[in-house]
């Protein structure tokens, strides 16, 4: 008869428990198979330090918060972005091109569109939210372990991936979704640089998700440099941007029209009008309760990486406060850190304080629980969860 021998075995038994119920919950609740699969990432660091195993429970973990999350009201909001992009998927259905966006130059979406089309037909709006999601967290996820992970001690690269996908902003996979796409694609773009192919190739995808990573990748390798008059340049120009903003928030529609800052005015006012009619879901705010508490933990307990980590952390942080004046801009711009790499900032902040922050992780999955299940109460303002299907499937 087969005997536990050691406290070891023992160990290993209750993991292997843990690891292939994390797929079981999966058919009961996707919000408890969500926080449970990322709590056992935070839990036994020395068993994930494995890639594969890592990988096998961050899966589970991303298709289950990417169903939580595809489970929203939709089409009830005048703010509910994904209303342009339902029209776009209709009319690559029914045979349109992919020049959906920016006369095809933002060719990302449409294209992914085209292949789920192809692949499924026609979808259901959950289904959609899903597939589009899925897309964002996994290049997200995989850059995460090919260049994200590189200078993590071994024992912390699954606290650092439970950070990473518990505060990566799936919500904002459904609303801001060729923002969301073409962000991972700019990460892989920073992290090889222009010198080399690959990253040349990945900084096309990001413009083709979103024009705007083309002007962001120079701000963000700016902020990594050690240029420091071009990186002030950068800072003046958005504190003077934000002063602007203020001082002519009730003209704004004098400007647009005009050749060049025409476009740039019709965007401010655009912001400003949907933040003041919507409560729309945004990073803004959210990241705003982490911003101050990540910056000082940063000074005492960050990580001593290189300055290029560093400066790039302090520069973004700035830049995003100096732009809050102007409504959603912020979030936009520096979506890198507070929609898609939140966790990732937050890990190293705490990176001397490892345990604590462990603790810490432990307690929001359990209030996040509890929060988004049982005691969820819906804001019914167009954006709530678990519209398409409930929290969880059964009960006992």
């Not at 990945?202 to 008059?229: C, E």
């Not at 790499?341 to 990176?351: N, R, S």
Request: overall charge positive; hydrophobic content about 50%.
């Amino acid at each position: 008869m087969w005997k536990i021998n050691s406290t070891a075995d023992a160990t290993r038994i209750l993991f292997g428990f843990l690891f292939l119920s994390s797929l079981a919950l999966s058919v009961v609740s996707p919000l408890i198979a969500f926080y449970y699969s990322l709590s056992l990432l935070v839990l036994f660091p020395k068993e994930f330090s494995n890639k594969f195993l890592r990988g096998y429970v961050s899966v589970v973990a991303i298709v289950n918060a990417c169903l939580v999350f595809s489970s929203r009201t939709y089409l009830q909001s005048n703010s509910d972005d994904f209303s342009h992009y339902y029209m776009a998927y209709i009319s690559i259905l029914n045979g349109g091109g992919l020049d959906q966006y920016a006369n095809g130059l933002e060719f990302l979406i449409s294209a992914y569109f085209k292949i789920i089309i192809i692949i499924f037909d026609k979808l259901p709006i959950p289904d959609i939210f899903l597939c589009v999601s899925l897309l964002s967290v996994s290049v997200f996820y995989i850059w995460l372990e090919t260049c994200g992970l590189e200078s993590i001690e071994e024992d912390k690269k699954s606290l650092c991936v439970a950070s990473c996908l518990a505060f990566f902003m799936y919500a904002l996979s459904t609303q801001l979704m060729r923002q969301m796409i073409a962000t991972p694609f700019l990460l892989f773009a920073l992290s090889y640089g222009l010198k080399n192919i690959k990253g040349r190739i990945f900084l096309i995808l990001a413009i083709g998700g979103h024009l705007s990573s083309l002007p962001l990748y120079f701000v963000l390798k700016t902020f990594m440099g050690n240029n420091r008059k071009a990186q002030y340049s950068i800072l003046g120009a958005f504190v003077f941007f934000g002063f602007l903003f203020a001082v002519l928030l009730n003209h704004l529609s004098i400007f647009v029209g005009l050749p060049v800052v025409g476009e740039l005015f019709a965007k401010l006012q655009y912001y400003n009008a949907i933040s003041l009619r919507s409560n729309a879901p945004d990073s803004s705010n959210t990241f705003l309760k982490y911003l101050i508490v990540m910056l000082a933990a940063y000074l005492f307990f960050g990580q001593n990486r290189s300055s290029e980590f560093k400066k790039l952390f302090y520069f973004s942080c700035v830049s995003y406060i100096v732009l809050i004046p102007i409504p959603l801009l912020s979030s936009r711009v520096f979506l890198i850190m507070s929609g898609v790499g939140l966790g990732y900032f937050m890990f190293h902040a705490f990176y001397r304080l490892s345990f604590v922050y462990r603790i810490l992780l432990l307690l929001y999955f359990a209030v996040r629980i509890i929060t988004l299940g049982p005691a969820y109460v819906p804001k019914l303002d167009g954006f709530d969860l678990w519209y398409s299907y409930p929290w969880i499937y059964f009960t006992l």
